[in-house]
T-cell receptor, first 116, second 112 residues
Framework: GAVVSQHPSWVICKSGTSVKIECRSLDFQATTMFWYRQFPKQSLMLMATSNEGSKATYEQGVEKDKFLINHASLTLSTLTVTSAHPEDSSFYIC????????????FGAGSRLTVL | EDKVVQSPLSLVVHEGDTVTLNCSYEVTNFRSLLWYKQEKKAPTFLFMLTSSGIEKKSGRLSSILDKKELFSILNITATQTGDSAVYLCAGIGSSNTGKLIFGQGTTLQVKP
């Protein structure tokens, strides 16, 4: 089955530093990956759509310069939280679809970011 | 604006009870509705519903979609403590392949 790996699973950093989260599709190629953010006891909110070989598409209200997305290959997308602040502390989850046009997304295990 | 609304937001039942979770949606060019179960980490897929009136079943879980009234329900019969989780429904429109619009989720707690 489709497997999506996310790393790191948790990270603690100091305010002002940048943090990179990786999302890999292990057994399939994903031209599109999605990054979600989830605050405690809230639902997943789509941050951006990551497109292989082109710029990411950001949802309204999400700062492009704050959350840098790079989809350099068909199996890897990265999310970099730049100059992190405590309010960026959250659970970040990536997802990918096994086949183009498919609706069923496979989610990574998520990355919990805590900014001190 | 596309939106998905779930109810109730939280539910506490005892083992053996049957529960029904609701999901209503307003999604442009609606294509499918998906149900996910989220425990401690990432959501795991339960069902994808595309056609109206066709029930999907997996063990004690079942779900159905009503495209006329724009809602779906997820039923869990003979609940067990392992069913305790957040249940998320998400809508997808054909114009945004793979982009899911999630509801707030229903937190289900099953007590022994």
């Amino acid at each position: 089955g489709a497997v999506v790996s996310q790393h790191p699973s948790w990270v603690i950093c100091k305010s002002g530093t940048s943090v990179k989260i990786e999302c890999r599709s292990l057994d399939f190629q994903a031209t599109t990956m999605f990054w979600y953010r989830q605050f405690p006891k809230q639902s997943l909110m789509l941050m951006a759509t990551s497109n292989e070989g082109s710029k990411a598409t950001y949802e309204q209200g999400v700062e492009k310069d704050k959350f840098l997305i790079n989809h350099a290959s068909l199996t890897l997308s990265t999310l970099t939280v730049t100059s992190a602040h405590p309010e960026d502390s959250s659970f970040y989850i990536c997802s990918a679809s096994r086949t183009s046009g498919a609706n069923v997304l496979t989610f990574g295990a998520g990355s919990r970011l805590t900014v001190l | 604006e596309d939106k998905v609304v779930q109810s109730p937001l939280s539910l506490v039942v005892h083992e053996g009870d049957t529960v029904t979770l609701n999901c209503s949606y307003e999604v442009t060019n609606f294509r499918s509705l998906l149900w996910y179960k989220q425990e401690k980490k990432a959501p795991t897929f339960l069902f994808m519903l595309t056609s109206s009136g066709i029930e999907k079943k997996s063990g004690r879980l079942s779900s159905i979609l009503d495209k006329k009234e724009l809602f779906s329900i997820l039923n869990i019969t003979a609940t067990q403590t392992g069913d305790s989780a957040v249940y998320l429904c998400a809508g997808i429109g054909s114009s945004n392949t793979g982009k899911l619009i999630f509801g707030q989720g229903t937190t289900l707690q099953v007590k022994p």
